[in-house]
DNA sequence: TAGAGCCTGGACAACGTTGTCACGAGCGGG
DNA sequence: CCCGCTCGTGACAACGTTGTCCAGGCTCTA
């Protein structure tokens, strides 16, 4: 049996493990290929004695289907991929989850990366995901130029944006409306009388953080307060920038009586400041805090819907898919104010 | 042209999007496929000026190398599979991703899905990630019998069991150390004058829950305290049931004046009753939790590294991968006791 | 200048699956 | 009794890639 000899050689060269093939559940029931493939994938036109012979061979020999094979095959791989910052973040974690959801009800799986908030990360990530053969991409962009995705999207890769829209493409993404959350939030702090209010956000360069400054400066434009530069401060988010961005709006002649934070990881750090802070300081965050309402006083949020985020996301995803869909659309998600507290502290002077 | 009219045929009804195949580049560059598959790979052997007219080719036709062909030939997918209970909680979400970071150290992809603390989806996505190939699978068993697994495994798919023990299958695990973290844990609120102390748990099923039972009662044990039923209170750990349990605790005529909370979900219920509570009651919580410094008085918790399970599991899989191991092993991560304020507090009465 | 050896490039088979098609058996109706 | 039909089954090619192997052209040396 040089053929049989040969195959076995190859095999535990190559590879780890003999996974039996069809031929070999074929080869074993007594019968053709095809019908094998019919049982497994149970199409009709195969008699309940050929089936159950098949099926035995199946269990004895453990075959399961390489489903890259199929793949290959058929076109699609029933697979999308999700490029998202930081899986460890807690705003991340339930839009993965509700990626995955909308993904499991259409039959597909999700296959997800960090990018670690660093565009070339990103890039490499999503193309990766590419040459998988994803059918589809939701993206939670890192970088500001997509361009690189173009020929993916040209060839039928659906691809969505969530959080922050696309760079240099035209393409789908779903937003929060973080201008109108920031307007709101800053509002509901001059409506409980202040004027001196600061804001502390994450690099202008990232669209979020652009969007939020904005809504800031709206309201308070629409309270007719002109808005001192030292009031603001934008960066990177790390403990330390935050802490001395806080400590210094905090001190002077003039020191805020409010701070509204730009994002989650900007809100921890200011309730640790102000904790140590003897002065009473109003604050409003943007993005939830789970046992926000725990704190002493409970923090007042711009609360987003990341399930909501991702979900919608997804769905339009598949339904790109099945080719419903026309042109490329920005769709915006509300916010949601919740007061706990931290918002409706009086001003101090 | 019929060859081409009917590959081009073939590909709009089948696929969507025509993507360029090695042999298009190849028959663009004027080369060989091998010369196409030469460059793409970087292997050596082409002159610069066809390895340049190669490029050339593929950038203007957006050509992707397809790696489910790749895999199909190579019998290494260079992916790994993780299932895990819930990726939107927060104890997973690090796990995760250190899980990640370890695969793409080793070149690899992750793909993850969630079962939803529910065994028999658990079955399904391992099995889904199996027929995708994946090299390896990290699980986080919700089920306790991974019989269905052995013959992936014995077919060389290397699996490592995080966070609980496999069941009724001899495999690699990676765990906290539940019983001794525990009983640390209690045994501080006995050294800080507590006797009556309630412990609040999961499922007795659960590995987990099982072990930091045994912990609770070893502590008490140690210091020559008899349990009374009451103070035990073991089940799901939605919040309704916790709340029950930890008020009946702290009524009756003779009230726990500490409790020890089984994970982070059950710990987080409890700080709300007795943020209700008039009476002062000390409390440690298995678990760490974000901003369980902020509290007042702050949360003495017992942490575990989940950053750490993840990576010492994924470390595992790749040298087994490797080939580098012998037997199914059982390795235990430490604990750690972080005192913040709640577990220090003395017994009221 | 001829022969040896090296380097570049291409033809071909194989990976495991599925779609197409054809074949043979059984059967009912003309 | 034969034609045509249905039904179960299997042979074969194709999906896109990579490993093997061979051919042809080049350089270098005797």
């Not at 259409?106 to 590419?130: F, K, M, T, V, Y």
């Not at 890192?142 to 829209?165: C, K, M, Q, S």
Request: aromatic share 4%; proline share 5%.
């Amino acid at each position: 049996m040089p053929e049989t000899a040969r195959r076995t050689d190859r095999h535990s060269a190559t590879r780890y493990g003999n996974r039996p093939t069809m031929k070999d559940v074929a080869a074993r029931a007594g019968v053709g290929l095809k019908t094998v493939s019919r049982v497994v994938n149970g199409e009709p036109g195969v008699t309940p004695e050929t089936e159950q012979r098949v099926q035995e061979a199946i269990d004895a020999l453990g075959f399961r289907r390489n489903d890259s094979a199929r793949v290959l095959r058929k076109g699609r791989t029933a697979s999308i991929g999700l490029v998202l910052e930081d899986l460890a973040d807690p705003f991340y974690g339930p839009l993965s989850r509700a990626v995955e959801e909308v993904a499991r009800a259409h039959g597909a799986l999700l296959i997800n990366g960090s990018s670690a908030e660093d565009a070339e990360r990103e890039q490499e990530l999503g193309l990766a995901l590419c040459a998988r053969r994803v059918d589809g991409l939701v993206v939670i962009p890192a970088g500001d130029d997509h361009r690189y995705l173009e020929p993916e999207i040209r060839a039928g890769v659906a691809t969505v944006f969530v959080d922050r829209p696309a760079g240099r493409i035209d393409a789908d993404c779903v937003l929060s409306d973080n201008y109108g959350g920031a307007r709101t939030g800053v509002a509901h702090l001059i409506a409980h009388g202040h004027r001196r209010i600061g804001f502390i956000g994450d690099m202008p360069r990232i669209h979020t953080a652009a969007e939020r400054l904005r809504g800031y400066r709206a309201a308070m434009e629409d309270a007719g307060i002109s808005v001192a530069d030292a009031w603001m401060s934008l960066g990177v988010t790390v403990p330390e920038r935050v802490r001395t961005a806080a400590e210094e709006m905090l001190s002077g002649p003039e020191p805020v009586t409010a701070i509204f934070t730009g994002n989650n990881r900007v809100t921890v750090t200011v309730i640790r400041v102000l904790a140590e802070h003897s002065r009473q300081v109003a604050l409003v965050g943007f993005d939830d805090i789970e046992l926000a309402d725990l704190l002493r006083p409970g923090l007042t949020v711009v609360a987003q819907d990341s399930a909501a985020l991702g979900r919608t996301a997804a769905e339009r995803l598949f339904r790109r898919l099945d080719g419903i869909l026309a042109g490329p659309e920005r769709l915006e998600l509300p916010t949601r104010l919740i007061a706990r507290g931290s918002g409706e502290l009086p001003p101090a002077d």
